[in-house]
């Protein structure tokens, strides 16, 4: 995390550094010519403290959505810097989740119905003769050479919607339907990234998937911790 968190921090310098030293440099030459220019040093002072603040906001305070707003930049920053990719976004799936799980007691969630748990259509065994998409998560024959039949068991345990999906369009309808008030979504690097810049009013936990065959295929997920995240919920 110490390189990701070194980006948001030298965004926020630079953007606030910048915005304000523009500012008060046209402000400051203006005092200093029509006035005195002892102006100039309240600028340089000005510009100290920018810096300052500009360290911390991220540091301290940095919620998920303001993360996903700045994203593209960090992003290419990361590029510049020729930075793991998959490790960067990564680091920033584990940010958005370290964020959003802080405040996961207070999210006043009533009942089951109100969690969601998206999962890839790859998630089920590519031989498998039985669609097993959407509302069709019943079809199912519990042959366990996929989790499918894992994730049934979670349904049933916890009561929550689960539902598989064939990409983002499909999981924003699904979103809109259910209306859930927490979401757990399981997908790689790539999906995940573009699904929480998407989904901004609703509190998301991303959880990345395992890729034995590759990419899209096959693909594979620690149970453990969605279970563990449906414990802190308090949901049965």
Known sequence: MKFFRGLLIFYSLVFFFFITS???SVLGVWLAITHSLWFIFLFL??????????????????????????Y????????????????????VIEYSNIQTLRNIKGLNIKSPSDVLILLPHCLQ???????????????????????????????????????????????????KK??????????CENDLISGL???????????????????????TVDVNIIRRYLDDLEVK
Request: glycine residues 6%.
């Open 72 to 91: 593209p930049l960090l992003e290419i920053a990361s590029k510049v810097f020729k930075n793991n990719f998959d490790k960067f976004r990564q680091q």
């Open 197 to 219: 810049k998407d989904i901004s009013n609703i509190p998301v936990v991303g959880v990345l998937n395992g890729r034995p065959c590759g990419a899209c295929r096959d693909t």
């Open 178 to 187: 259910l209306k859930p008030k927490f979401i757990i979504a399981v997908a």
């Open 22 to 24: 523009l500012t008060l």
């Open 125 to 175: 065994n590519s031989d498998c003769l039985y669609k097993v998409t959407w509302d069709k998560l019943e079809n199912c024959r519990g042959c366990y050479k996929c989790q499918i039949p894992t994730f049934l068991k979670i349904k049933s345990d916890y009561g929550v919607n689960v539902v598989m999906v064939s990409g983002g369009t499909a999981a924003r309808e699904i979103i």
């Open 45 to 70: 002072v000005f510009a100290v403290l920018t810096f300052v603040f500009a360290n911390l906001l991220f540091a301290l305070v940095a919620p998920a959505k303001m993360l996903f707003k700045v």
